[in-house]
């Protein structure tokens, strides 16, 4: 990991997105290294309600959802929202306006869900990085692509970004 990658992800809350709990649920030693570094960046790991249901929904018989419900006590991840302010309705109208935006620019609209997680990241533009596999439903007109990286996982390579919120870039479109 170069330097500047490093003051970028340094003491910053790293919020999971699905695809990337799924692939840690099935693959989690391919991930030892790419923890390693967001430890030694002393990043510390959260999740969203609308995460934790997209990633337990399938997983309605006990032996499907332990594993999950493991991991996610293991990586002592912090549920956002943990301010009072921020409410759900706020987020919603937030992931509508960003709905419109993408619509506008002529980009097919990511779902509810990853339209909330953009509106969470633009609540937190300084301190909160998404981590996703999904670079097509977090496009880069709202959003900076502040790292990418890749985890071997034997037959497949994995390329894991880190989005930020760009403030300027949301203005620039009419948030």
């Known amino acids: 990991m170069s330097e500047s990658s490093d003051a970028v992800l340094f003491q910053k809350s790293i919020l999971f997105d699905t695809n990337v709990l799924i692939e840690l649920t099935e693959k989690s030693s391919a991930f030892e290294d790419f923890f390693r570094i967001l430890e030694r960046q002393k990043c510390n790991f959260v999740t969203f309600p609308f995460v934790r249901f997209e990633f337990l929904d399938l997983a309605s018989r006990e032996e499907l959802r332990a594993p999950k419900e493991a991991l996610m006590e293991k990586l002592n ?29 002529k980009r097919k609209s990511p779902g509810l869900v990853d339209c909330v997680l953009t509106a969470l990241l633009q609540q937190y533009p300084n301190d909160l990085l998404l981590v996703t596999r999904n670079h097509c439903d977090f496009p880069v007109l709202l959003l900076d692509r502040v790292f990418v990286t890749s985890i071997d996982v034997g037959g497949d390579v994995l390329a894991i970004a880190f989005y930020r919120f760009n403030a300027e870039k949301a203005k620039e479109c009419g948030l």
Not at 77 to 105: C, T
Request: charged content about 10%; cysteine-free.
């Open 77 to 105: 991840m912090i549920s956002l929202p943990s301010s009072p302010g921020l409410l759900l309705e706020k987020l919603v109208v937030s992931a509508l306006q960003i709905s419109h935006i993408y619509q506008r620019h």
